[in-house]
């Protein structure tokens, strides 16, 4: 079956680019999330949506860093005037809602700011 | 502090058992004990995930001692495709709107 999808695959931007990560959910999925991964360590969360309310944002690095999920199915993760700390893989996981679910990953998004 | 400490790396051979231990000294009560494994270039996927004693799935089983302070993740039988970043997560049983909380992971390596 579909999994989480995410696009593109790969980014490369220019320090001061905007750039917008996209993440298709499992359908049915309320919950959504996103993290980032840098070279070497495990994902950090970044922020949650259930449904298309952003529940928790504090993860979120800077004020740089904008996430939505308007219609409560496909998320968007915005990063304004990229600087090169913003390299990394950035991973967007769904789950069902309720309790004892474990979240889908999708592959992730690298971002390379040169 | 870190709520988990897991070695850097192992190494394995194929066919054989592999046990990857996981330190927590300070579980809470309310935590549970889950592990995740990622392939590079893709997100970590749910592997197993326990309270105590022992549990059991398709893939692999978990062991948790009676203090809960440790967990050790047993693969059988492993092969090439099982070489991966292993995770090892504690916190409040996942409900809708848990985010998970990962550490650094231990690299498992199998040889031929």
């Known amino acids: 079956g579909a999994g989480v999808s995410q696009s593109p695959r790969y980014k490369v931007a220019k320090r001061g680019q905007d750039v917008a990560l996209r993440c298709d959910p499992i359908s049915g999925h309320v919950s959504l999330f996103w993290y980032q991964q840098a070279l070497g360590q495990g994902p950090e969360f970044l922020t949650y949506?259930?449904?298309?309310?952003?529940?928790?944002k504090s993860g979120l690095p800077s004020d740089r860093f904008f996430a939505e999920r308007p219609e409560g199915s496909v998320s968007t993760l915005k990063i304004q005037r990229t600087q090169q700390e913003d390299s990394a893989v950035y991973l967007c996981?769904?789950?069902?809602?309720?309790?004892?679910?474990?979240?889908?990953f999708g592959p992730g998004t690298r971002l390379t700011v040169l | 502090l870190a709520k988990t400490t897991q070695p850097i790396s192992m190494d394995s051979y194929e066919g054989q058992e592999v046990n990857i231990t996981c330190s927590h000294n300070?579980?809470?009560?309310?935590?549970?004990i889950t592990w995740y494994q990622q392939f590079p270039s893709q997100g970590p996927r749910f592997i197993i995930q326990g309270y105590k004693t022992k549990v059991t799935n398709e893939v692999a089983s978990l062991f948790i001692p009676a203090d809960r302070k440790s967990s050790t993740l047993s693969l059988p039988r492993v092969s090439l495709s099982d070489t991966a970043v292993y995770y090892c997560?504690?916190?409040?049983?996942?409900?809708?709107?848990?985010?998970?909380?990962f550490g650094k992971g231990i690299t498992l390596s199998v040889r031929p």
């Open positions: 300070n579980i809470a009560t309310n935590d549970y």
């Open positions: 949506f259930q449904n298309e309310a952003q529940l928790d």
């Open positions: 997560l504690v916190g409040e049983r996942p409900g809708a709107n848990s985010k998970l909380t």
């Open positions: 996981a769904s789950r069902l809602a309720g309790a004892y679910n474990e979240q889908f």
